[in-house]
């Protein structure tokens, strides 16, 4: 079915990547067909991963509120209103998320969709894919989305979007996901279908998945990166209280090694997932951009005293294991594997593009 896809006319689909970090979409679209061309990101760390991961993509360091329209033509090859081009816009999300974070600290975020429509608007593409938050659906209006679905509209795009629970696409994660297509090489609504398959941690991780065993503060100097992070020793005494399999803080809630924030209001606070282990019989919670914390979620192994490794939540992402990682410590790293659109889902929105653009 995918060889009968890409014919030579498809193989003329190329895209660019707006905010692309360490390059999750846009390795999910190449392993689709599409020629991925460029990288467009501000962040100088997320250089080398992505270039020793997208080949032939060229990385374009820039802050796109302050890339003006035609000088991205002056950087790549495009032209404006080319059937054959797909802009993708996946703009960091802190601000329209629904967990609860820092807004001060995000509020350059919120403009970021804004940003993208401009580029849309000059280029005209084929294609148009974004990726957000499902917060940005609540907050249409203050986020730009119901402008930027205006528009597309209005300028002959057929347009798709919807929350989806990306488990249903075979990622074996809690995640969901704000997700949208606009097509206007043909008069199609497009978006992929869910799989019948739901996958689970034991579908991806755990020795007979080739992860070894490893001990909280694990280095691996390889770059297979199995490298999780050290635990104080009152953290090993609660792990090992934890029920294996999906245990909660909760065993250790009456004893000495209760924390002082969870005392006498532990049923009540917000967040219980923090301290737990995962279920293998049950998707990951969403990978986070703290997921190597046991402090920030349920990102404890199912059966290992320790958090979960680098690998191990770039897998559960859906990264192959020889994805390259490069960053100068594990919070570097586990940011652009947390932030990463998961590329077995990219992969499926590019061949539902591959589809669409062979049927025209």
């Known amino acids: 079915m995918e060889k009968h896809l890409l014919n030579s006319k498809v193989q003329k689909l190329k895209a660019i990547d707006f905010f692309c970090s360490g390059g999750g979409m846009s390795f999910g679209m190449q392993q689709a067909g599409i020629d991925v061309i460029a990288g467009i990101d501000f962040d100088p760390d997320c250089k080398e991963t992505y270039e020793s991961n997208i080949k032939g993509a060229k990385y374009i360091l820039a802050d ?3 890339l003006k329209e ?14 054959n081009l797909i802009l993708i816009g996946c703009s960091p999300c802190q601000y329209w998320t629904i967990i609860r974070t820092s807004k001060n600290k995000s509020e350059k975020s919120k403009d970021l969709l804004h940003e993208f429509h401009r580029f849309v608007k000059y280029y005209n593409p084929g ?28 300028r002959g795009y057929a347009v798709h979007y919807k929350v989806v629970h990306l488990n249903e696409y075979g990622v074996p994660e809690t995640r969901k996901r704000f997700s949208l297509i606009a097509n206007r090489v043909t008069d199609k609504e497009i978006f992929p279908e869910p799989n019948n398959s739901r996958p689970t941690v034991a579908d991806f991780i755990g020795t007979k998945n080739g992860f070894p065993k490893i001990s909280a503060g694990h280095k ?54 923090t301290y737990g282990r995962m279920s293998w019989d049950k998707p990951a919670p969403t990978i986070t951009t703290k997921f190597f914390s046991i402090s ?3 990102f404890a192994h199912p059966d290992e005293d320790r958090p979960i490794s ?21 919070s570097s790293i586990a940011r652009m594997i947390g932030n990463a659109v998961p590329p077995l889902y990219a992969k499926k929105l590019g061949l539902t593009i591959i589809k669409n653009h062979a049927s025209k």
């Open 310 to 330: 680098l690998r191990e939540g770039a897998t559960l992402q859906t990264f192959p294991k020889t994805y390259k990682f490069i960053g100068t410590s594990v």
């Open 220 to 273: 691996d100097a390889t770059s297979f990166m199995h490298t999780t992070a050290g635990l104080s020793e009152d953290n090993i005494k609660r792990l090992k209280l934890t029920p294996k399999n999906g245990g909660s803080r909760e065993s250790w809630a009456n004893t000495n090694l209760q924390l002082e924030a969870y005392k006498k209001k532990d049923r009540n606070i917000s967040f219980n997932d």
């Open 70 to 83: 035609a000088d991205l033509s002056k950087e790549i090859d495009i032209k404006k209103n080319d059937d």
């Open 64 to 66: 796109v509120s302050k």
């Open 127 to 154: 294609y148009v894919v974004v990726e957000n938050v499902p917060g940005i659906l609540n907050k249409q209006k203050e986020s730009g989305l119901n402008l930027f679905v205006d528009d597309l509209k209005k």
């Open 296 to 298: 920030n979620g349920r």
